[in-house]
């Protein structure tokens, strides 16, 4: 079976940190790879995108790919997925996290409001996620906590 670790990332400083936690979380309890998440929705349609315009699928994919090689290079020590899926965070992280050993996300994603402790997606998560979640807060430029 594999031993996979799921970690939500959405470009936010918080979710890089996570990225960053989870796969030092792989290497040393041996997990087999790194699931790199970011999830889109369609606003009021759930017709695809004519072609030429506004794409969240590929917007999505490409915030995620950007993060993972921005912070682990073209070639991870660790064999990290990335996985773009249809859907609310929360719901997309939940349903990815089912037979995980572990979920990780950021305290505070791209939106809400800058002020609280946890955002939505990661309160939902350790609320409801099938296996245990660890939340990860962003740094600062000197490596502290934010």
């Not at 369609?42 to 315009?53: C, D, E, I, Y």
């Not at 915030?63 to 660790?78: C, F, K, N, S």
């Amino acid at each position: 079976m594999t031993r996979r670790i799921v970690v939500g990332v959405d470009g936010s400083l918080a979710a890089t940190a996570a990225l960053r936690w989870a796969v030092r979380q792989a290497a040393a309890t041996g997990a087999d790879v790194v699931e790199a998440v970011n999830a889109w929705e369609l606003s009021g349609s759930v017709l695809p995108p004519p072609v030429g315009v506004y794409d969240p699928r590929q917007v999505a994919a490409n915030v995620l790919h950007e993060a993972v090689v921005g912070e682990l290079g073209e070639t991870p020590e660790i064999k990290v997925t990335e996985l773009v899926l249809p859907g609310p965070a929360s719901a997309a992280l939940l349903g990815q996290a089912s037979g995980a050993e572990l979920l990780v996300v950021g305290s505070r994603g791209l939106g809400g409001f800058s002020g609280l402790l946890l955002g939505s997606v990661s309160r939902h998560v350790v609320e409801h996620a099938p296996c245990p979640v660890v939340v990860v807060r962003a740094e600062h430029a000197d490596g502290t906590a934010g």
